[in-house]
């Protein structure tokens, strides 16, 4: 992703992103035709590349996400791969793009994990950065049991919880993807609170989309972009 600021030609921001496509090397050529189509002939200003690998039993599975984001639109685009026989000479790719108007959204929130805090100097970089972006209206709930914080209390103390407000969230870890990869996602965030807030100017005649901060979380149906 390029961390700079808008004045860069946007060419020069298409090659970087087919670049940073071809590095996460899952299935380039199919992820940058269907982002290409979902951007419509609009310019990238920045763009995020992710890609995450888990594990179920004996399968590694690897999926990735994309955001390009242009002076109108945040464009999200998914793909994940499915092998439908054992001998994985049968493979599908299952996309899922969307676009979502930068008006509409919300809220950008970076939470980071700095290593060793107590010797932490201005220099020192996070570890790990999650960014998470709300734009729906929903609301996503985490229960978990209450405790009253005696060990030997055996008491029911209900249930506590917390309601997360996003819509899509990526967790980008130093020692996974290395530090430029947390470097890179920071920027992208800045670019895209740069955008909402308003330091490009809407198109001409653009109507307000009402109140910029309503309470927001995560639709149904998203688990795919979490990590």
Known sequence: MNSNSFGPPAQTKGRDLESALQRAGFYPRLVSDVVND???GQDCLAHLVHV??????????????VLVLTEEML????????????TGEQVVAQVSTE???????RSVVLSYVYAQPQDYKPSDPARELTVSIAWSGGQRVDLGPASCGDPNCDADHGY??????????????AEAEGLQA????????????????????PAHGSQS????FPV???RLGRNHYRR
């Open 52 to 65: 995450e690998t888990h594990f179920d039993r004996t399968e590694v599975h690897r999926h990735i996400t």
């Open 209 to 212: 989309q009402g109140p910029k």
């Open 38 to 40: 979902a951007l419509d």
């Open 99 to 105: 676009s979502v108007p930068v008006g509409q959204i």
């Open 182 to 201: 947390v470097a890179d996602a920071k920027a992208f965030a800045r670019a895209l609170r740069t955008v909402n807030t308003g330091a490009i100017p």
């Open 160 to 173: 506590t919880g917390t309601i997360a407000q996003e819509d899509i969230a990526l967790r980008i870890s």
């Open 216 to 218: 927001l979380g995560q």
């Open 75 to 86: 464009v999200i685009t998914h793909v994940d791969d499915q092998q439908l026989d054992d």
